[in-house]
């Protein structure tokens, strides 16, 4: 089966910048979309940004203009570029693809990783 696994997080001070990756791993033949999303305490998860297997972006309004993000077929692995952050972004972050096709032609739906803690102070 397929796991996602991120890395990246920490803590900076506002205004500062991090970047998030997640590897997808296993026998990975194609990945549609993939994507970040994040979940402040006492708040519910929220779509941070997504890409599709073609390049295609999404992003939040909150987000957009000072977070980028990428992704690396040939590494199966997706990037987020946080820039200029703020207090409000603090959060933990989790890695998502909605549907991937592995071994001999099978698909997994939904991912998600375990999350990357991301911590800004003011």
């Known amino acids: 089966q397929v796991q996602l696994v991120e890395s990246g997080g920490g803590l900076v001070q506002a205004g500062g910048s991090l970047r998030l990756s997640c590897a997808a791993s296993?026998?990975?033949?194609?990945?549609?979309?993939m994507g970040w999303y994040r979940q402040a305490p006492g708040k519910q998860r929220e779509l941070v940004a997504t890409?599709?297997?073609?390049?295609?972006?999404n992003y939040a309004d909150s987000v957009r203009g000072r977070f980028t993000i990428s992704r690396d077929n040939a590494k199966n692995t997706v990037y987020l570029q946080l820039n200029s952050l703020k207090p409000e972004d603090t959060a933990v972050y989790f890695c998502?693809?909605?549907?991937?096709?592995?071994?001999?032609?099978?698909?997994?739906?939904?991912?998600w990783g375990q999350g990357t803690q991301v911590t800004v102070s003011s």
């Open positions: 296993g026998s990975i033949l194609s990945i549609n979309s």
């Open positions: 890409i599709t297997s073609g390049g295609i972006t």
């Open positions: 998502n693809v909605d549907r991937v096709m592995y071994g001999l032609g099978r698909w997994q739906y939904n991912l």
